[in-house]
């Protein structure tokens, strides 16, 4: 709340997304057209060690040189308070009642036209007490898979601790418990996942962006030889 006063305060409107994860307010600042993004966020770190994360109009983390600028602002004292906004120029709060059924279903839409079947997949879903426990169960049951949750309840004092992505002991035992295909753990604000296989082997991120990094060059090829493939045309007496 101090946070969306001082923005009120200088006379811009907050748009308040409450609990999602934080790659959904990268996308909701696209998708709003706001100015920026702002996450309170302890990451991948227990509750206690919360910080903000600032994105700017397109979604993107700020530059070193603007977070600078930001901490300079702050440091020598912030705006003169005689040049403050008063009256019907002070902003307002909008809440963004379907914050997180929009980031969800733009989820969902990113993997449609892949051809992908979750109809016969269970899954082990670890949210880690955390910002996930809202929308990750929900999109993967809607794409039709079976999934099993744990610690997707939370109080904000529970985050991450002794579970999520930095912690894989319970979505570990989890999978062993349901039989499940793959295992899932979210860090508190979702910008991080880790993997667990039916075996219980752990996948960590390394192996993830090289799986993305091979499908991804393996599509770019398949375009590039559509595109060199130039059609010839001919008659009957040719």
Sequence with gaps: DVYKRQIMSMGGNVLDAGIIPTPGVAYLVRELHAEGGI????????PEYNGIKFFDRQGFKLTEEAE??????????GADPESLPSGDAVGVVLPVEDACELYIQHAI?????????????TIALDTGHGASSLTTAAALEQLGATVHVINDGFNGVDINVECGSTHLEPVKELLAETGA????????????VMFVDELGNEIDGDVVETV???????????RQAFRSCKPRWGTSTS
């Design 181 to 192: 295909h793959i295992g899932i753990a979210h860090d508190g604000d979702a910008d991080r």
């Design 68 to 77: 600078a600028e930001i901490e300079s602002f702050v440091l020598a004292g």
């Design 212 to 222: 993305c990094a091979l499908s991804a060059s393996r599509k770019r090829w398949k």
């Design 109 to 121: 839409s990113s993997l449609q036209d892949k051809t992908l079947d979750f109809s016969k997949l």
């Design 39 to 46: 996450v309170i966020s302890a990451s991948h770190n227990p």
